[in-house]
């Protein structure tokens, strides 16, 4: 069992450059999310998606943007890197918690991409 | 504004019990969670609360009183493997996502 995967786990960017973090999950749920997790705060959602061809933006969405082609796949790019995005990143799915007839569905996370910005 | 509040750190020993508290100030209530997450992996799914009361899980109990806006997570039988950042969120009615706190770190002493 898969679950979510996120690739890569480690990298260091230069200032302005960009990438892409990939998201993939394979229990055929709804809801995608990527959050950013940073010392003594609380995990912040960055985009979200609650099906293919939809996405949303969520508390910090500046400089990323994100898209939906599959259910499988969420992949998360960050335009032009600045060190202000050096963060531990997550990617996050769960059924969806309106379609599924209730909001106890929890979020799976992936193993997190620890992303460096010099 | 919406806020999430726990302590940031705890301490206590293996086998004992602790008790770990979060209060919330959010927009609508549409459940609680506690997640559990060690250091340097993803957090993974303890708990979740709805309903006012107590909600078992083996060692660990969750409890919630919206009235209050208070939930706790109890731990019982404390192990060593049981040292991680404990995470409340809250599901409130902005889009119904999550609003997360800032974790509490346990450490657990033999």
């Known amino acids: 069992n898969a679950g979510v995967t996120q690739t890569p786990k480690f990298q260091v960017l230069k200032t302005g450059q960009s990438m892409t973090l990939q998201c993939a999950q394979d229990?055929?749920?709804?809801?995608m999310s990527w959050y950013r997790q940073d010392p003594g705060m609380g995990l912040r959602l960055i985009h979200y998606?609650?099906?293919?061809?939809?996405?949303d933006q969520g508390e910090v969405p500046n400089g990323y943007n994100v898209s939906r082609s599959t259910t499988e796949d969420f992949p998360l790019r960050l335009l032009s890197a600045a060190p202000s995005q050096t963060s531990v990143y997550f990617c996050?799915?769960?059924?969806?918690?309106?379609?599924?007839?209730?909001?106890?569905?929890?979020?799976?996370f992936g193993d997190g991409t620890r992303l460096s910005i010099l | 504004g919406q806020n999430i509040d726990q302590p940031t750190e705890m301490t206590a020993t293996e086998g004992a019990i602790v008790q770990i508290n979060c209060t919330y100030q959010?927009?609508?209530?549409?459940?609680l969670f506690w997640y559990q997450q060690h250091a340097g992996e993803a957090p993974t799914f303890l708990s979740y609360?709805?309903l006012d009361g107590l909600e078992e899980k083996g060692r660990f109990s969750s409890f919630l009183s919206r009235s209050k806006g208070y939930s706790y997570l109890l731990l019982k039988e404390l192990q060593m493997k049981d040292s991680a950042s404990y995470l409340c969120?809250?599901?409130?009615?902005?889009?119904?996502?999550?609003?997360w706190g800032a974790g509490t770190k346990l450490i657990i002493k033999p």
């Open positions: 969120a809250v599901r409130g009615d902005s889009n119904y996502q999550l609003i």
């Open positions: 996050a799915s769960s059924k969806h918690f309106l379609l599924q007839g209730g909001s106890n569905q929890p979020q799976h």
């Open positions: 229990m055929n749920h709804e809801y």
């Open positions: 959010t927009s609508g209530f549409n459940g």
């Open positions: 998606s609650v099906g293919a061809g939809i996405t």
């Open positions: 609360n709805v």
